[in-house]
């Protein structure tokens, strides 16, 4: 009992003051004892069988009272009547609250307890009922102490009977946490940390924590005004969520924390934490929200990833912290390496999902969410970007398009009124092919070849696919719309590696590509010459040839060489010619400058090292021969840069082919002519056209002999060793195959065929009479429209090269010489039957409409027999 009693006197003495005759008065006398229910015996301390300990006992009852003790019926009158487990609970406070609580009581409470599990109940409610009184008359440390208690009967008793204390603990920490004081919103986040680490046996169906969800979030939301305790206050708010996520996300039975409306409350209050404090160090709230929500990740299934993402992204966007681009990658590092792996291509599609979603949105926006991608997409584990591969591919490029569209607008919005700048839309366009490098990086060989082939079908080719692209973008649009697409093509082919070149350059993709070979944009050739390099260069010499130089020494350039196989010549005789001929026809255009000359070498070079064997090499000779050929007869009027550099790529070329193994008098020759021109014609080679700071000749340009290869000493350089059979082909000069280039010339631009397209569209709907015009048949007309004979001599002369070339050239060249010709025949046919089949002129003169002919339609095939 707290307190000393006061001094009375004893009853006998009091019995013996009294008069003789008196009768001492009755206990009964004004104190009423309550019949006790049947059954129940008084206790063995309870029992009096002396007078003189009843007053004793009333006045400690009373005593008790006095202190606040809740009485009721017998057991609140008398404390020896009071259940054991109330006076063992009651035991545990001191006199002194700074004392602390008294162990050794505890003690006996506990082992109570574990003896009388099924009284936890009671005892919790007790203890829960002391701590509400002392907190409504403040005394903070008895607060203190009944905590203390509950938490070391929680860790006593984690068994199979520890809900029947969880309901009166969480009770008492709500009651802690709608208090207006911090330290006790501390006091029972530590209590709820405490219990969230014990692993409970028996599930409970009944339990909710909502209210601390929301309580915690709200903590971690402080503005307290004194900054040591805001940080102590948001630290417990951090540490109360991971106790939730700790007690809930491994059990089904328990309130579903990944639900929207407990997602929205706790990754916010999250990241509010990580962005405020950018300090890491030990014990910062940023420390402890990295480590809860790595936890909280780490543990999300995979129907659980959309909902924990889309609030990081609704944050984001809240915020704006996408322009920052800092916060919103780490967020997303965070996130890709806390996930499991093969969930992380669910990250990737929420993200492509937002980008889509803020399409609208301003370029820097736009342009955070790509380099999240990008980030995304480094971290994220190889070929794990999910079935919807090329769809992820789709809507890049799909961002790329729109930029292109809001850069030739400058707004980028359809009404008109929120501008944008080149800059920016840039920017974004460089975030977006860097992305799809990262991505392309990530997948196997097969579907890097899947994405190549998807983008070249994406790039509007002239003459075939003109009318891809916005229709508001123009001539200069589809023009922008090939560059990226073209870039965003080498960031695969960069990327690309693969053994075996017919599948890495199938007909269906190479084609087309070269095709742009054509192009009279100089960025789009040099594009198309990068990706060709890139894609041929499996042993990653490009790197060392990269620079055109009359002084390589293949022995110091460590060159990584190897046999030619099976699938290299396979693919060298379907696509040798087509290759050389692009080469030759890119050497021809009057814009290209000194990169593409460079670009040139270092795909031939890569040609050579890659795919080098007899037959390659002396067809390589043949082009060069070609090309020194075409710069000295200038019949295309190119400009002296261009002519010198197409004679700088050859001495260049030449000088690295004749160390790759042809026999030394190969290389005496090339050095003979280099050694002439650095004394008499510098201009001729790359150092000094293709430099910095290039020198031209003044006035036309003219070679001597002696400057020149000459085919004839080549040929004497390779006869005499294994190049002999081979060799005999250099008397038979390269000519580009005519049929694909004339077909591929009208390719020039985009604009050359939209303009056509549109002359036709004017002539077609004008109203002005036009005159028609005829031309008068006769045999001759279509005698010489089909034989087309010239003189005698110039027949029996061009008869004896066909001889010629039928008797030396190869196969190949041989069918695209017929080829061409049967094209020829075929166009004279279509300008007979043309004018053949036009109706005459009518009185009025006006030409009537052309009907179309009988072998231009097209029936059913129902019809045909």
Not at 604 to 623: H, P
Not at 692 to 715: C, M, N
Request: hydrophobic share 40%; with cysteine.
């Amino acid at each position: 009992m707290p307190g000393t009693l006061p001094t009375f006197p004893s009853m006998p003495a009091l019995l013996s003051s009294l008069p003789r005759g008196v009768n001492p008065p009755s206990l009964s006398r004004g104190i009423t004892i309550p019949s006790l229910p049947r059954g129940m015996m008084l206790p063995r301390v309870v029992a009096m069988p002396t007078v003189p300990q009843a007053p004793r006992r009333l006045l400690q009852d009373c005593y008790s009272v006095f202190d606040h003790q809740t009485a009721g019926g017998l057991c609140g009158c008398c404390w020896a009547l009071r259940p054991r487990y109330k006076r063992l609970v009651d035991n545990i406070f001191p006199e002194d609250p700074e004392d602390g609580l008294v162990k050794a009581n505890m003690e006996k409470l506990t082992f109570f307890a574990l003896s009388a599990p099924e009284k936890l109940d009671r005892i919790a409610a007790y203890l829960s009922e002391r701590l509400t009184r002392e907190l409504n008359r403040h005394r903070y440390g008895y607060v203190c102490i009944a905590m203390e208690a509950l938490e070391q009967l929680l860790l006593a008793c984690h068994c199979q009977s520890i809900n029947l204390l969880v309901e009166s603990f969480l009770s008492t920490l709500r009651l802690l946490l709608e208090a207006d004081k911090p330290h006790l919103h501390i006091l029972a986040t530590n209590s709820f940390v405490k219990f969230a680490n014990i692993e409970e046996d028996t599930p409970s169906y009944h339990r909710s924590y909502d209210f601390f969800v929301s309580r915690f979030s709200e903590m971690c939301h402080s503005e307290h005004e004194d900054p040591d305790t805001q940080t102590r206050i948001r630290v417990s708010g951090i540490r109360g969520l991971q106790g939730v996520v700790r007690k809930t996300v491994d059990d089904e039975l328990q309130v579903n924390i990944w639900e929207p409306r407990h997602m929205e409350q706790i990754v916010p209050a999250l990241l509010v934490n990580l962005q405020s404090h950018t300090n890491s160090d030990t014990g910062s709230p940023a420390e402890h929200t990295e480590v809860c929500f790595r936890e909280l990740l780490g543990r999300a299934a995979y129907g659980h990833i959309t909902n924990a993402i889309r609030p990081v992204l609704m944050h984001l966007d809240s915020r704006c912290l996408w322009e920052g681009r800092g916060f919103a990658v780490r967020c997303f590092q965070i996130i890709m390496y806390s996930i499991q792996s093969q969930h992380s291509h669910l990250v990737i599609q929420q993200l492509l999902g937002h980008l889509d979603a803020n399409s609208r949105s301003p370029a820097s926006v736009r342009a955070g969410i790509v380099e999240v991608l990008s980030e995304a997409a480094v971290i994220e584990a190889a070929g794990s970007v999910g079935p919807t591969v090329l769809e992820v591919f789709n809507t890049l490029l799909r961002q790329l398009r729109q930029s292109v569209d809001y850069q030739l607008t400058g707004y980028y919005d359809n009404a008109g009124k929120r501008k944008t700048t080149s800059t920016h839309e840039k920017m974004l366009q460089d975030a977006v092919i860097k992305t799809i490098g990262c991505f392309a990086n990530t997948l196997p060989v097969y579907q890097k070849s899947e994405v190549m082939l998807f983008i070249m079908g994406k790039i509007p080719v002239p003459g075939i696919y003109p009318a891809l692209g916005s229709p508001n973008a123009g001539f200069e649009g589809s023009r922008m719309i090939q560059v990226m697409l073209l870039k965003s093509l080498l960031q695969v082919s960069e990327r690309y590696e693969s053994s075996n070149l017919l599948t890495a350059l199938p007909s269906s993709f190479l084609e087309p590509l070269l095709s742009f070979t054509l192009m009279e944009d100089p960025e789009i050739r040099l594009l198309v010459l990068s990706i060709l390099t890139s894609l041929i260069d499996r042993r990653h010499n490009a790197t060392r040839l990269i620079t055109a130089s009359v002084t390589f020494d293949v022995s110091v350039l460590v060159l990584k060489e190897d046999k030619c196989s099976r699938q290299d010549n396979l693919f060298m005789r379907k696509h040798a010619q087509r290759l050389y001929r692009h080469v030759y026809l890119a050497c021809k255009e009057e814009s290209s400058g000194r990169s593409h000359y460079q670009a040139l070498f270092t795909l031939l070079a890569v040609l050579s090292v890659e795919l080098a064997n007899e037959e390659v090499l002396v067809d390589l000779i043949r082009l060069v021969l070609a090309l020194q050929e075409l710069a000295l007869s200038n019949q295309e009027h190119l400009s002296v840069f261009n002519r010198c550099g197409i004679h700088a790529l050859c001495a260049t070329f030449l000088h690295l082919l004749s160390q790759l193994g042809p026999p030394p008098p190969l290389h005496q020759h090339v050095t003979q002519v280099i050694e002439g021109r650095q004394r008499e014609a510098p201009y001729l080679l790359p150092e000094d056209v293709l430099g910095d700071d290039p020198r031209f000749p003044d006035g036309e340009l003219k070679v001597a002999e002696a400057l020149l290869f000459v085919q004839s000493k080549i040929y004497e350089g390779l006869t005499g060793s294994s190049y002999t059979p081979q060799s005999e082909r250099l008397n038979t000069p390269y000519t580009p195959q005519l049929a694909d280039e004339d077909r591929l010339s009208r390719r020039k631009s985009i604009g050359d065929v939209v303009s056509l397209q549109m002359d036709m569209d004017l002539q077609c709907s004008s109203d002005t009479p036009q005159k028609p015009q005829t031309e008068q048949i006769t045999f001759q007309t279509l005698k010489n429209a089909i034989e087309d004979r010239g003189m005698v001599e110039e027949e029996e002369r061009r008869r004896m090269q066909v001889v010629e070339r039928f008797q030396t050239a190869p196969f190949e060249e041989i069918a695209a010489h017929c080829g061409s010709r049967s094209w020829l025949l075929q166009s004279k046919l279509d300008q007979v039957f043309d004018l053949i089949i036009r109706p005459p002129p009518s009185p009025s003169g006006q030409s009537p409409p052309r009907s179309t002919p009988l072998y231009e339609m097209k029936f059913p095939d129902l019809c045909v027999y």
